[in-house]
């Protein structure tokens, strides 16, 4: 079993909708969660990360955790076509574990 | 936010050559740098982790004397892909981080594409 799944997609949606990304793990040691943008041929980007469970917002962007499902996932509103790249989960233990484990990557396109 | 180069961007090798990617932190001090190998389709697996002055750590299965990595300063870090053979090919992805150790302060650079022929 794989550390993290994600589910690949690809996903298309129309300009403006609610975009609905999802990761499970299962390493219950996971403490920090995170979610990065990567555009083609381009490094991932960090977007935000949590701390343990719960909510958190930054701008058209939300990021949850349910650490008791073991289940994380980032939504972006009114989704734009610079939303467009593949967006990837990653985790890691707490204090002084550097390791990241990643998700496949959800390709999403934003259809204008 | 702090950026991260790598060099070269893309490189096509002949089977049997080496090949040196560089990772540079341009504006800030890296006191740990990772290198990261993405399949296609898959996910980024970590391959080994290095300390400015000190031995890289290798995760499990891959193999330290044909990835070789150096760290020689705070702000690059080299991985050599010796005798490349065709499944070397991959995109090489690596990432600096300062000493605070939070997600946030853990850059990625561009990535380099290497495909052995």
């Known amino acids: 079993q794989k550390e993290v799944e994600q589910d690949p997609g690809p996903l298309s949606v129309p300009e403006g909708a609610i975009v609905s990304l999802n990761c499970t793990y299962s390493n219950s040691a996971f403490q920090y969660f995170m979610w990065y943008r990567q555009y083609s041929r381009k490094g991932p980007e960090l977007l935000m990360y949590?701390?343990?469970?719960g909510n958190k917002e930054d701008g058209r962007f939300t990021a949850q955790v349910d650490k008791s499902s073991k289940y994380i996932s980032l939504f972006i509103r009114d989704s734009q076509p610079s939303d467009s790249a593949t967006y990837l989960c990653a985790m890691r233990a707490g204090a002084g574990a550097n390791n990241l484990f990643f998700g496949t990557g959800t390709r999403l396109t934003v259809i204008p | 936010g702090a950026v991260v180069s790598q060099h070269p961007s893309r490189v096509i090798c002949k089977s049997g050559t080496s090949v040196k990617i560089e990772c540079r932190s341009l504006d800030f001090q890296a006191t740990t740098m990772f290198w990261y190998r993405q399949f296609p389709k898959q996910s980024l697996m970590l391959m080994a982790t290095?300390?400015?002055?000190?031995?890289?750590?290798?995760e499990q299965g891959v193999e330290k004397d044909k990835f070789l990595i150096n760290h020689a300063s705070l702000t690059l870090s080299t991985l050599t892909v010796t005798s490349a053979h065709p499944e070397d090919s991959s995109f090489y992805i690596c990432?600096?981080?300062?000493?605070?150790?939070?997600?946030?302060?853990?850059?990625f650079g561009p990535g380099t594409r290497l495909t052995v022929l």
């Open positions: 990432s600096a981080q300062t000493p605070s150790g939070t997600p946030d302060t853990q850059y």
């Open positions: 290095s300390n400015e002055g000190s031995k890289a750590t290798y």
């Open positions: 949590t701390y343990s469970s």
